[in-house]
């Protein structure tokens, strides 16, 4: 979703999303089903779809920092995206980067450095190399 | 669709996991059988059984009333939080504590109704909530107007006080219900493969309110929500 242009390239992958992500919650519903006791179930659930509530409050954060970012780099502060998974799937490998806010930070000014200078290939492409390489 | 791959994965099973020891593995099966020895086999006549139950059409309903009201919080809080005065970003912010009492509630409500081993109750009770905070709303009119003249002292920022609690007990309303009925529907329909079908049927049309609401509140008409809501009330009392 952070290449696309136009309204839509955004719809087909969105289409794609839903396709891949539409079985979470009946599926995660239905294997809870089958480990536990019917009046046990109602509070597994519960705790699965309390997730989707917890997301929720950590969406408004992000959001908040990423609408401080609209204009960095030249694009929409919602390209900013991918920079935030490549964060989240970045493993450190240095010691002293503790905390999951400094890996943030620091991949994301990162992410900023790279593509505000770079080519508009580099520029296009950086949040999911980074989200690759960070990962490996 | 998803849903009939993981229907044919067996992995997660207790009967073909890793992590467990045969005495262990008897006991979830002991557990399991105890509480609902119903049939396990894959047959496509359970996938027509759960289509032909009018039960799971009945909870398709209540799941799609209560999804459009899901989604449209979902989709639109940030506007809505923007409609009560806040700035943009603050906007965002403010959207956080809704979900984080909502979060408590949905699963406080569900754990109880556990315990008490009643959803229906809960469900109306919560249903109940949601419509106090839905009249609350229409009562009120544009809220902005409502509620601009109310002042946070100490920071000076303006908090309108009651258009946020009115959204905060429309969220306690709404998201402890989403477990409720999953648990429900997939409490009474027996047989694995069936419950299976019978929850993504359920799950699938709900999410066909994500369609409503993206239409509905685009005209600002809330009001229909009102009427949503209502319209399950019915389906209730019939169990």
Redesign the interface.
Known sequence: MGLVHNFSGLLACRVFLGAAEGGLFPGISYYITMWYRRHECGFRIALFFSAATIAGAFGGILAFGIAKMSGVGGKAGWVRIPHLLSAYFNKPSAGHISSLLEILVLVTNYANKMSSRGSSFWKDFSPWLLAVFHSW | ???Y???HNSH???RSAKFLSDTERLE?QR??S???GLNEDFKIKYLFDAMQDWKIWAHMILTIGLFTPLYSF?FF??TIVKDLGYT??IA?????PP??V??FF??T???F???V?Q?GVFMLGFELVAIIGFLMLVSAGKPHIQYAGTFFAASGIKIPTIGLLNLLIRYVGI??L???I??WT??NVGG?MK??VG??M???FG?LGGVIAGFVYLAKDAPRYIFALFSLNPFYFSY
């Open positions: 669709m998803s849903e791959f993981a229907l997660l099973t207790e979830v557990r399991l105890d509480d609902n979902a809080l940030p943009n970003e965002q912010l403010m959207s956080v979900y984080v909502a979060c949905t699963i409500g569900s754990y109704s556990d315990k081993g959803r998201y402890p989403v477990p409720l999953g648990a997939s409490n694995s419950r299976g929850i993504a359920q799950v699938g999410n």
